[in-house]
């Protein structure tokens, strides 16, 4: 006979009556983040997992990343918004505030920018012990072609204050991290906001954002790990002292220790990565290529500058040799690398290694720190040669 749970429907297994729910209670509110764990991954995290999907690694021998094999990271929930009657306020610290509609915003200057967008937290899963949120490997990626206008236009019109220090992008989003109820917000130094490469984006891949992506505005700012790249954009507020909101103060943050305020996390640090070669196994995803010639592909990236080097290993980080760089797709991108392989029979473990202009270059391993953040030690590939 079926049972009905308190919380959920009962299951039957052979003649057995299975609370689904068992343990898990499906509306248990955290207060906090829950403490970091070893090796299994919890529900909530599997959850987070499915919501925010990583880069479908395999397109990483193409210049520009499909929209729906992009990766994609939503805080909160992804609000609904009208492209009709839109519009985002430029306040605060200006002479002239601003209303901007999204036509007033596409009659400006339009650029059309491949973009590399990585989230701060790719990498983290394979640090012990990991911080939990989105548990990503290093597919938490993706170069979408934007089309947008540049911001800097946008704020000598509304004109600076002389005391202007930062500009804060709040998004539509809002919800509770830390215990604090708050919009997704995020600030930029003014120098930053000011880069070329900094954009108000409408489009990816010449079709509006996906609602997951933004839509129907965003912000990009090249350079800087994803959390800077404000979605649903609603406002832009210029002030004159540092910014205090939660992803600001609390989170992004390169801490040691729980009492630790840390540096912030800005910049993306140098990483290359390589598109998995060969086949793989349903399960694990371990690769198997052909012994011979194999060509590996991949991409590399910093916010530091251009990248200037990538070396392929595959004896598991013992001996490098160089790869072969060709133009970035974008000065505000990746760069595209390849590798003449002589794959010999046996199992082997393929790594790249990337330097930027200057002179950064990966850890050999990541550098653990408590929220997971910026890990850009190599990445490992297991493959086995037949
Ligand atoms: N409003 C808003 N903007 C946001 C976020 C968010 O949750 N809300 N997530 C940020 C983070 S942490 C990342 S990594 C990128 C992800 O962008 P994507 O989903 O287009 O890949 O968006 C950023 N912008
Ligand atoms: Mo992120």
């Given at each position: 006979m079926l049972r009905m749970g308190a919380a959920a429907t009962g299951m039957a297994v052979a003649g057995r009556t299975v609370d689904a729910w068992a343990g898990h209670d499906p509306v248990l509110p955290t207060p906090d983040r829950p403490p970091p764990s070893s090796k299994l991954f919890s529900h909530a995290e599997t959850r987070l997992a499915f919501r925010n999907h990583g880069m479908h690694l395999e397109f990483l021998d193409k210049p520009i990343t499909p929209v729906a094999s992009h990766f994609q990271l939503i805080h909160f929930d992804i609000p609904q918004l009208d492209d009709r009657g839109y519009s985002i306020t430029v306040k605060g610290r200006v002479n002239k505030p601003l209303t901007l509609s999204l036509e007033d915003l596409?009659?400006?200057?339009t650029v059309k920018q491949p973009s590399i967008m990585e989230c701060a937290g790719n990498g983290r899963s394979f640090a012990h012990p990991r911080s939990i949120y989105v548990p990503w490997f290093n597919e938490a990626i993706g170069v979408f072609e934007y089309t947008g206008t540049p911001l800097k236009p946008i704020l000598q019109e509304a004109g600076l204050l002389d005391d202007a220090t930062e500009v804060v992008f709040t998004g539509h989003d809002d919800g509770i991290d830390l215990g604090v109820h708050h919009h997704f917000e995020r600030a930029l130094p003014i120098d930053e906001a000011m880069l070329d490469g900094v954009i108000l984006a409408w489009e990816a891949n010449g079709h509006p954002l996906p609602p997951a992506h933004g839509f129907p505005l965003r912000l990009v700012v090249p350079t800087w790990y994803g959390m800077a790249s404000v979605k649903w954009l609603k406002a832009i507020t210029v002030i004159d002292h540092p910014f205090q909101g939660v992803q600001q103060k609390l989170v992004y943050r390169m801490t040691f220790s729980g009492g630790d305020a840390g540096r912030p996390i800005q910049k993306k640090s140098v990483r290359a990565a390589m598109k998995p070669p060969g086949y793989p196994d349903?399960?694990?995803?371990y690769r198997f290529v052909e012994s011979g010639n194999v060509e590996l592909r991949g991409m590399a990236w910093s916010g530091w500058g251009p990248i200037r080097k990538v070396e392929v290993s595959d004896d598991d980080r013992r001996t490098w040799r160089p790869a072969v760089l060709?133009?970035?797709?974008?000065?505000h991108a990746w760069?595209?690398?390849r590798f003449n392989w002589q794959a010999r029979p046996g199992?082997?473990?393929?790594?790249?290694?990337?330097?930027?202009?200057?002179?950064?270059?990966q850890p050999l391993r990541a550098i653990w720190n408590v929220q997971g953040m910026a890990q850009n030690g190599v990445e490992r590939w297991g493959v086995r040669v037949l």
């Open positions: 596409k009659r400006r200057k349903l399960i694990s995803r060709e133009e970035p797709v974008s000065p760069t595209p690398w199992a082997r473990i393929l790594s790249c290694r990337a330097t930027d202009v200057t002179g950064n270059i």
